[in-house]
């Protein structure tokens, strides 16, 4: 599993290293019952503190995409069903976005506003 986040960006690393693991699972580069690299493992991978790994996992797990259990670490549930057709829409607004040269920003704020 390759997750990864930007030190340099202004995001915040717990919010880049969920949305990294999330991207993963929808995309389905991580399956439904898949055991997550533990938190202390992920630190020391990414350098970042453990703290901002179980962060990141403490909030896929408010969004359902995990389950944190004693003894197994977390482990992505089956929230994580087929996301397959989203995935392929998400792309064509995505090409059909930077086709209009529009800021990744900008579109954020599209789906956003129609959200």
Known sequence: MLFTVD???????????????RGAIVSGRVAVNERLPAARDLAVALDINIHTVLRAYQELRDEGFIELRRGRGAVVTDRARDYSALARDIE???????????????????????W
């Open 92 to 114: 064509t607004i995505v090409t059909e976005a930077k086709r209009l040269e529009l800021t990744p920003g900008a579109l954020s704020a599209m789906i956003r506003e129609a």
């Open 7 to 21: 030190p340099a960006s202004s995001s915040p690393l717990f919010e880049q290293l969920a949305a990294s693991i």
